[in-house]
């Protein structure tokens, strides 16, 4: 079996008496999309969160390929290979679409502004973020500002920052989320591209049922903080605790 790209071990963090995720343990591979389903107040974002490192846990452990990341910093966590697209988008908005992308590109290969750098490294990384706005479609408003972009275009944006940063472990938290139903397509057309890479994990927060059965390998469903399943998405969504809880369909006599 191919070895865990991304681990937790009894993930646990606590706000005052209340355990936001409880006793997690769970381990994600390559080439695996898994979707992260429940209700609302499940903990879904903040496991999300403790992945990635904006939020540290009261106890447990989170493994990158076997190494204890528990105590790295969001930033740490960036360029260790955890790439984590926002419910919000998050640009800067006045620099153009091309300049977004081509900061990260910067950032990903430790390129800084220095006045006496060759031209070709730069026009290598103009080069290179090019690329990364033709993979998301957006080649075409390279020079508009951020700010100008509709929504869904933003988000779209945000995939192609995380595709410059050059993660193998991508993290995207309902990332149609206010989208219009032109616009989602796009979006998820795109995480499947990235999902065709066998070196990739990709990690989705999802409660839209119709992009949870389009997309996932896997189907994993939080509750009150604690993990109650974890499987194939047939299985998983057969569940009489899932239709319970996540359906709202009660678990005997419930209908279809």
Avoid at 5 to 14: K, M, V
Avoid at 156 to 173: G, H, R, W
Avoid at 196 to 208: A, F, G, P, R, S
Avoid at 231 to 236: A, D, L, Q
């Amino acid at each position: 079996m191919i070895a865990p790209s991304i681990e937790t071990r009894d993930l646990t963090i606590r706000f005052g008496g209340h355990a936001a995720v409880n006793s997690v343990s769970c381990t994600f591979r390559p080439g695996e999309l898994t979707v992260i389903v429940g209700p609302n107040g499940a903990g879904k974002t903040t496991f999300f969160s403790l992945v990635s490192g904006q939020l540290s846990p009261t106890e447990g452990a989170i493994l990158k390929d076997g190494r204890d990341i528990t105590q790295l910093s969001p930033s740490a966590r960036a360029k260790a290979g955890i790439g984590r697209a926002f419910q919000l988008t998050n640009l800067f908005p006045k620099l153009s679409v091309l300049e977004n992308v081509r900061l990260a590109v910067q950032a990903r290969h430790g390129v800084g502004p220095r006045l006496f750098r060759p031209a070709a490294a730069f026009s290598e990384i103009s080069d290179r973020a090019a690329e990364h706005l033709r993979a998301t479609r957006l080649e075409d408003v390279a020079d508009l500002p951020a700010a100008a972009l509709p929504h869904g275009d933003q988000r779209k944006l945000e995939v192609a920052i995380l595709l410059a940063m050059e993660p193998d472990i991508f993290m995207f938290d309902e990332p149609t989320a206010g989208m219009s139903v032109d616009e989602a397509p796009v979006i998820l057309e795109l995480i499947d591209e990235i999902r065709q890479d066998k070196t990739k994990t990709v990690l989705l927060v999802e409660h839209k049922m119709d992009v949870v059965r389009a997309l996932a390998d896997r189907i994993v469903v939080l509750h009150n903080g604690e993990l109650v399943a974890d499987g194939p998405p047939e299985e998983v969504i057969a569940m009489p605790i899932v239709r319970e809880i996540y359906l709202g369909i009660p678990a005997e006599g419930g209908g279809a």
